[in-house]
């Protein structure tokens, strides 16, 4: 058999994997609609919120972007455990089969439960109380609101695919703390970034340009009117292609993080 | 089947545990590796699993690197760590999704190791106490019939006569292909089960020796005067004196691994030279 992969061996991992973290993911899945209903609720009753398809659609890509990542922070938390990491390397499979079945875990899986389970709440939710002037009406995920040149799900999956890697590669690298210790250098990394793109962008433009992430557009202030540079034609696309070459470089740290991990 | 060659490991940012180890484990063995607390014993064990990489040197497993963790050599070794993890399944659900990690797997051979240490095959694995859960992953290990078996303090937690049981079945599941390699500090537990000392102490294997040449080279027993004997070492007690000579006579006496063990690491260098010496 492949030392690298075998349909039969990864079945096997799956299967061993999904019998021993089913209780476990079920249990995620239950508070997720639990914080699901109760937030809906919340909003609709407490605050007199309709549930309008764009406000489903902030509400479900925050629920994915955060509860993924919360979820994925923990895939790998057995590596980090003294007594249990030991069982999971010493497994007769091949670190690609251990990192695809946690993969196929928090990225698919996982981003299909969060869907079905979010249509689901909000087809009960937008039916429960009725506002005037307002027809229940659920988001659609392949639509194309505004100007944006791409569906819903290809950007809210092109971000999920971002942060996805970045704390997938935090779950395998830390021992513990996984969320805390990646957000904590997440958000010290997008600090770096964007101080020095404004250095670099200043350099370049000979300007005092305003602050902002890599890979979007660059501001500067001129006669008191704020001048936005961008590209003319697919911004969207190439932002878009930036953040799946970078969500694909730290899916291949994360690879070889696992292949270097040690007992 | 191991070999170890100019092997320096240490943790990051700490010294190293070994400089330059050499080691060569034989199939149809059982060995008995030995140490202090801190020694290294686990780690070393490690190395031979891949579980831990070497800064410098390497570990071979029948010619094949073990620092990858390929399947084909995974299929070949069981490691029992000293703190067994165990899933919240019975053995026989375990053995159900697990077992067929292992090519050479046989599960009547599990049944019966688990018969033999009175382990419940129906009871849920970690409600159990943590010798019957240490129990039934040596009932895994053994069945596994990798040829590599390594073994970390397998019988911290296990009851006497579950030691006792332990003893007789690694006997029984030795073969010629088959290579077991057991730490301990508890020196006792492998009397009369062990086939090859090792004694890792200050960053190298101190010994490597058959336990049959070791009689032949050094001869224990209890004096109640030692005076003219000219003991390599010795340890009094209100008795009398627990000591190891040198064999000069030919005849054979039974190893005493604790008082070998103790006069090794106290630093006897007269005793590390005659089995050292060819």
Redesign the interface.
Same mark, same amino acid.
Request: charged share 15%.
């Given at each position: 058999m492949s030392n690298f992969f075998s349909p039969a061996r990864f079945s096997r991992l799956f299967i061993k994997h999904s019998q021993e973290h089913y209780a476990r993911y079920l249990m995620s899945m239950v508070v997720l609609v639990g914080v699901m209903v109760m937030g809906g609720s919340f909003l609709i009753y407490m605050i007199n919120t309709s549930l309008d398809p764009v406000f489903q659609m902030l509400l479900y890509a925050w629920l994915l972007l955060l509860g993924g990542t919360i979820f994925t922070s923990t895939i790998f938390a057995e590596y980090g455990n003294s007594k249990k990491v030991i069982t999971k390397l010493s497994l007769p499979a091949s670190h690609f089969e251990k990192y695809l079945v946690a993969w196929l875990y928090s990225f698919v899986i996982l981003f299909i439960m969060v869907t079905v389970s979010f249509y689901g709440v909000m087809a009960f939710l937008i039916n429960v109380k009725h506002f005037p002037q307002q027809r229940p009406e659920l988001f659609n995920l392949l639509q194309r609101p505004g100007a944006l040149q791409f569906p819903i799900i290809f950007i809210v999956l092109v971000l999920y695919s971002l942060l996805h890697s970045i704390i997938f590669y935090g779950a395998i690298h830390f021992k513990s703390l996984h969320f805390i210790k990646t957000a904590f250098l997440f958000f010290i990394a997008i600090a770096v970034m964007m101080c020095g793109n404004k250095l670099l962008y200043d350099l370049l433009f000979k300007k005092d340009t305003i602050a902002g992430l890599p890979f979007t557009n660059v501001a500067y202030l001129e006669k008191g009117r704020v001048v936005v540079i961008n590209l003319a034609d697919n911004k969207e696309f190439y932002s878009l292609i930036m953040y799946m070459v970078l969500a694909v470089m730290f899916w291949i740290a994360a690879y070889f993080r696992l292949k270097e991990k040690q007992a | 089947m191991i070999e170890i060659s100019d092997l320096s490991f240490g943790y990051n940012k700490q010294p190293l545990l070994f400089n330059n180890l050499n080691l060569q484990l034989e199939q149809g063995h059982i060995y008995g590796l030995l140490g202090k607390n801190g020694a290294g014993k686990s780690t070393l064990l +490690?190395n031979m699993?891949?579980?831990?990489?070497p800064k410098k040197g390497k570990c071979l497993l029948n010619g094949n690197s073990v620092s990858?963790?390929?399947?084909?050599i995974?299929?070949e070794?069981? #490691?029992l760590?000293e703190?067994?993890?165990v899933?919240? #399944?019975t053995p026989a +659900?375990f053995v159900a999704?697990?077992a067929?990690?292992?090519p050479k797997f046989s599960k009547s051979d599990f049944y019966t190791y688990l018969k033999a240490l009175d382990v419940d095959e129906n009871a849920v694995m970690d409600k159990q106490s943590f010798g019957q859960q240490k129990k039934a992953m040596i009932a895994f290990g053994l069945a596994t019939n990798t040829s590599l078996l390594i073994m970390d303090e397998p019988t911290n937690g296990l009851d006497i006569p579950s030691k006792v049981q332990f003893r007789k079945l690694i006997a029984s599941v030795l073969t010629d292909e088959r290579c077991i390699v057991i730490s301990t500090h508890q020196v006792r537990d492998l009397d009369s089960l062990i086939d090859t000392l090792l004694i890792l102490h200050e960053k190298e294997i101190l010994v490597n020796r058959p336990m049959d040449e070791v009689v032949e080279k050094l001869t224990f027993g209890f004096y109640a005067d030692t005076e003219g004997l000219k003991p390599l070492y010795e340890e009094k007690d209100m008795r009398g004196t627990n000591a190891i000579l040198e064999n000069t006579t030919g005849r054979f006496s039974k190893v005493d691994l604790e008082l070998l063990f103790n006069a090794i690491i106290c630093g006897n260098k007269k005793i590390v030279e005659l089995l050292k010496a060819p």
């Open positions: - | +490690k699993a891949g579980l831990a990489y990858g963790r390929s399947v084909s995974l299929e070794i069981y #490691f760590a703190d067994v993890y899933p919240s #399944f +659900k999704n697990t067929g990690f292992y």
